[in-house]
């Protein structure tokens, strides 16, 4: 594991555990990840509890310097993600004033008026970098909790997520990591053979991915195989893509 370019995602939200709510916070940001040379090493779902959420920080920067949180910024008293953040980093929460004039120009522009509950998802906590969300009221923020460690707090619906990812923090992390480029991909997709058979094949073929990583990947009625190699091994995911299709030459799907 990379602490370096390795990156947690906690997501918080008890309707998340219950089975109400569908979470694919950890698709969009593992694929946004990957697009730049990155990798999500880690996807943990927690309820809505300081002590839980707390322990759960504190954990994934002992692993990683960079964790994503998500969930729990809204105006309701279940809403406690920023104040479990402060109490674990001994910060105060304060007004976002760039976010509360994006919110007050929303409202405006929806004819609504501005609510103290509302005023409420402008907060974020003291010392951290406001990210606005063009998709919805609570901003997302970036905290440097200590040296070399970064925290991004999103909001958890799907669109204001990837809102905030795709407009602050992939932007950020691309920056951040000038020199770091993103995995040579291959795809195979096999059709009228299972999982295991192709297995058998490649074991009675002695076939050996040497400096490649591969992954199966089956469903309805196809198997997918990913090959993925850093750039200098090109050569290598080359020459284990040529063997592959050979090998299974009358099972592949034209591409």
Same mark, same amino acid.
């Given at each position: 594991m990379d602490m370096k370019t390795d990156i947690e995602l906690i997501s918080?939200?008890?309707?998340?555990? #219950?089975?109400?709510? %569908?979470? #694919?916070?950890?698709?969009?940001?593992?694929?946004?990840?990957?697009?730049?040379?990155?990798?999500? #090493?880690?996807?943990?779902?927690?309820?809505?509890?300081?002590?839980?959420?707390?322990?759960?920080?504190?954990?994934?920067?002992?692993?990683?310097?960079?964790? @994503? @949180? #998500?969930?729990?910024?809204?105006?309701?008293s279940d809403d406690i993600t920023r104040e479990a953040l402060a109490g674990l980093f001994g910060c105060k929460i304060i007004i976002s004033p760039a976010a509360l004039a994006a919110l007050?120009?929303?409202?405006?522009?929806?004819?609504r008026n501005v609510t103290p509950a509302a005023e409420r998802q402008a907060l974020i906590l003291e010392g951290a970098?406001?990210?606005?969300?063009?998709?919805?009221?609570?901003?997302?923020?970036?905290?440097?909790?200590?040296?070399g460690k970064i925290l991004f707090v999103v909001p958890g619906p799907p669109n204001e997520f990837a809102a905030v990812l795709n407009d602050h923090i992939v932007p950020q992390l691309t920056k951040k990591f000038p020199d770091v480029v993103p995995l040579e991909l291959r795809v195979l997709t096999t059709e009228g053979i299972g999982e295991s058979d192709i297995v058998t094949r490649l074991e009675a073929a002695n076939f050996q991915c040497l400096k490649t990583s591969i992954g199966f990947y089956p469903g309805f009625g196809r198997v997918e195989i990913? %090959?993925?190699?850093?750039?200098?091994?090109?050569?290598? %995911?080359?020459?284990?893509?040529?063997?592959?299709r050979a090998i299974l030459h009358d099972k592949l799907i034209a591409e």
């Amino acid at each position: 594991m990379d602490m370096k370019t390795d990156i947690e995602l906690i997501s918080i939200g008890s309707e998340l555990l #219950s089975g109400r709510t %569908l979470n #694919s916070h950890a698709q969009t940001l593992g694929a946004a990840l990957t697009a730049i040379g990155l990798r999500l #090493s880690r996807d943990t779902t927690i309820p809505d509890e300081i002590e839980t959420i707390q322990s759960a920080v504190r954990e994934a920067f002992g692993r990683t310097d960079i964790v @994503v @949180v #998500s969930g729990g910024l809204g105006p309701t008293s279940d809403d406690i993600t920023r104040e479990a953040l402060a109490g674990l980093f001994g910060c105060k929460i304060i007004i976002s004033p760039a976010a509360l004039a994006a919110l007050h120009k929303r409202f405006k522009e929806r004819g609504r008026n501005v609510t103290p509950a509302a005023e409420r998802q402008a907060l974020i906590l003291e010392g951290a970098e406001t990210l606005l969300n063009f998709a919805g009221m609570a901003p997302g923020e970036v905290f440097f909790p200590v040296v070399g460690k970064i925290l991004f707090v999103v909001p958890g619906p799907p669109n204001e997520f990837a809102a905030v990812l795709n407009d602050h923090i992939v932007p950020q992390l691309t920056k951040k990591f000038p020199d770091v480029v993103p995995l040579e991909l291959r795809v195979l997709t096999t059709e009228g053979i299972g999982e295991s058979d192709i297995v058998t094949r490649l074991e009675a073929a002695n076939f050996q991915c040497l400096k490649t990583s591969i992954g199966f990947y089956p469903g309805f009625g196809r198997v997918e195989i990913r %090959l993925t190699a850093p750039r200098e091994q090109l050569a290598a %995911l080359e020459a284990v893509e040529r063997t592959l299709r050979a090998i299974l030459h009358d099972k592949l799907i034209a591409e």
